[in-house]
């Protein structure tokens, strides 16, 4: 009998031996997973960042792939309003999240004034916002040849006539009204209220 129970004993010391082993197996095996993860974001930081836009829901539009100043141009003339930050520009694409800093937005931005899209004003902290013309004031410019590949004037008038996305708040809102850049109607949605 006690032959028996020392039996017992012996393998349910043995299971409880493998049960360990398998759980430090599997805890050493998840701690390569992440140690694999981290060099890899270290050997190749965008990647690790695209990830982490994907998370955040900003769609891959193939117009701004490999931005350059020229598809931030694009980005700035197709963002919905008719105001463009920073901010609502990054939201257009993952891409865009990754590349456009308030440098190259201000850039891009000056580029499009001097061929007179709209203008760059002061925002609100130190922000640069772009006030775009309106659609029919900027129809001849899209035809013209140095700039057709932008957007077309339908892309623009579409997106001007669309309502801002959420970088642009309502406080940015009142404090271009207020400033006079753009009149109050720039910001009414269909339903006619702000």
């Known amino acids: 009998?006690?032959?028996?129970?020392?039996?017992?004993?012996?393998?349910?010391?043995?299971?409880?031996?493998?049960?360990?082993?398998?759980?430090?197996?599997?805890?050493?095996?998840?701690?390569?997973?992440k140690k694999e993860q981290e060099e890899q974001e270290e050997k190749n930081p965008k990647k690790g960042q695209e990830e982490k836009s994907?998370?955040?829901?900003r769609p891959k539009d193939p117009?701004?792939?490999?931005p350059t100043i020229r598809k931030i141009m694009t980005a700035i003339l197709l963002s919905p309003g008719p105001v463009?930050?920073?901010r609502s520009v990054q939201e257009l694409s993952r891409s865009l999240a990754l590349a456009v800093r308030?440098?190259?937005?201000?850039?891009?931005?000056?580029?499009?004034?001097?061929?007179e899209f709209g203008v760059i004003t002061d925002g609100m902290k130190n922000s640069k916002i772009f006030i775009k013309r309106t659609p029919t004031e900027v129809e001849s410019l899209l035809s013209s040849?140095?700039?057709?590949?932008?957007?077309?004037?339908e892309e623009y008038k579409e997106m001007f006539n669309s309502a801002p996305r959420a970088s642009v708040s309502a406080k940015l809102?009142?404090?271009?009204?207020?400033?006079?850049?753009?009149?109050?109607?720039y910001f009414l949605d269909a339903s006619g209220s702000d």
Not at 63 to 66: A, I
Not at 145 to 153: H, I, M, R
């Open 54 to 57: 994907r998370k955040r829901g």
């Open 1 to 33: 009998m006690q032959e028996e129970n020392e039996e017992k004993n012996f393998k349910m010391g043995q299971e409880e031996n493998e049960t360990s082993q398998e759980k430090g197996q599997e805890e050493q095996e998840e701690k390569n997973r």
């Open 63 to 66: 117009r701004f792939g490999n």
């Open 102 to 115: 308030s440098s190259n937005f201000q850039e891009a931005a000056t580029k499009l004034e001097q061929l």
């Open 84 to 86: 463009s930050n920073v």
């Open 173 to 185: 809102k009142e404090y271009l009204v207020n400033a006079q850049y753009v009149p109050a109607e």
């Open 145 to 153: 040849k140095e700039v057709e590949d932008l957007c077309t004037p």
